[in-house]
């Protein structure tokens, strides 16, 4: 068993195209260079055609932060599956901000997920819980419910990668302990070792996410659960987003 490692950046709602263009061409030599671990950028749609021409030929991976579960017709404003496929490789579904801010809960999700491994999308499907689901001792009961919604996918496709991100983590500056990571990311996994096979869960790949940067980063890639890191604010700074690969390519990268 070797699941490679990735360090995805989610751009979140920041950057114009100009502004994308140039923080990936600014990326672009040295992340190029960091190997055995994937690299990802999800930067806004309107920025992921100018994005994958600058990568292309690259070893950096394309993502999008988002996907609708229809094909095409009158969902004005929504993006398919089918736009997204010539474009990138991953799309984050799912995302904690999705799910407060735009409505998207578990049966959406799960849509959207579909949709995406039908056009042969790579999802990168977010679960977590709240600061109040938390304090309530409720992160196991929470995580085997967003799971168990979507995990059914992971039987019939495969490939799926997952995000564990507590939502309290996400943009506080406030990131789990690597041994709260370590332990939740362990719990999923033995949520789809029952739910599925061993095999499946020896394989898929949990990142963590939330506050991640690069003075945190080497101790949660240093946690055999951990396969990498979904990375917001620090993904905007080329030097920061960097490091973060760099170290977890020097931790845990497979030749
Ligand atoms: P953050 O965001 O690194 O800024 O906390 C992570 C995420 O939302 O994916």
Redesign the pocket.
């Known amino acids: 068993m070797s699941r490679i490692p990735m360090i995805?950046g989610?751009w979140?709602m920041n950057t114009t195209v100009e502004d994308a263009v140039r923080l990936v061409t600014t990326m672009l030599p040295n992340l190029d260079k960091v190997s055995g671990i994937d690299k990802v950028v999800c930067p806004p749609f309107v920025s992921l055609a100018a994005v994958k021409e600058i990568i292309e030929g690259s070893t950096i991976k394309l993502g999008a932060q988002d996907v609708f579960y229809k094909e095409k017709g009158a969902f004005t404003g929504e993006i398919s599956p089918g736009m997204l496929a010539g474009l990138c490789e991953y799309v984050?579904i799912g995302?904690?901000?999705r799910r407060q801010y735009f409505g998207d809960n578990e049966e959406i999700i799960d849509m959207k997920i579909k949709a995406a491994m039908e056009s042969m999308l790579k999802p990168i499907f977010?679960v977590g819980e709240s600061l109040e689901e938390n304090e309530a001792g409720r992160t196991e009961e929470v995580l085997t419910r967003q799971c168990m919604a979507s995990c059914d996918r992971l039987y019939f496709f495969g490939g799926i990668v997952i995000?564990y991100?507590p939502v309290w983590?996400?943009?506080?500056?406030k990131?789990a302990t690597s041994e709260q990571a370590n332990k939740t990311i362990g719990f999923i996994r033995q949520l789809i070792r029952h739910r599925h096979s061993g095999e499946i869960a020896d394989n898929v790949r949990i990142l963590y996410?939330?506050?991640?940067?690069a003075a945190n980063i080497a101790e949660l890639m240093k946690m055999p659960e951990i396969d990498g890191?979904?990375?917001?604010?620090?993904?905007l700074k080329h030097d920061d987003f960097l490091s973060i690969a760099q170290q977890a390519s020097e931790i845990r990268g497979v030749s």
């Open positions: 995805a989610n979140k984050i995302h904690s901000e977010c995000a991100e983590a996400i943009g506080t500056g990131s996410g939330g506050s991640v940067t890191a979904l990375v917001g604010g620090a993904s």
